[in-house]
């Protein structure tokens, strides 16, 4: 079995020092157990956490919301 590669979500470069790596979250996933989001540690700051897609939907939802009220 070979190993996983683990790619830095920040810069798209490999972890090649795993003590250099950090999980900075997990994406769940319709089918299956989800994976881990891996990035450097100088970089786990500039990793975006907030899905941006969800941020647009709930942000609909919450103007209808408000609308509604």
Known sequence: MSARLRICRACDEVI??????VIVRHELSNSGPGWDVWA???????????????????TRVWVVKAAAE
């Open 16 to 21: 090649d020092d795993p003590e250099d790596g």
């Open 40 to 58: 450097h540690r100088e970089h786990a700051d500039d990793v975006e956490l907030i899905n941006p897609d969800l941020l647009r939907i709930m």
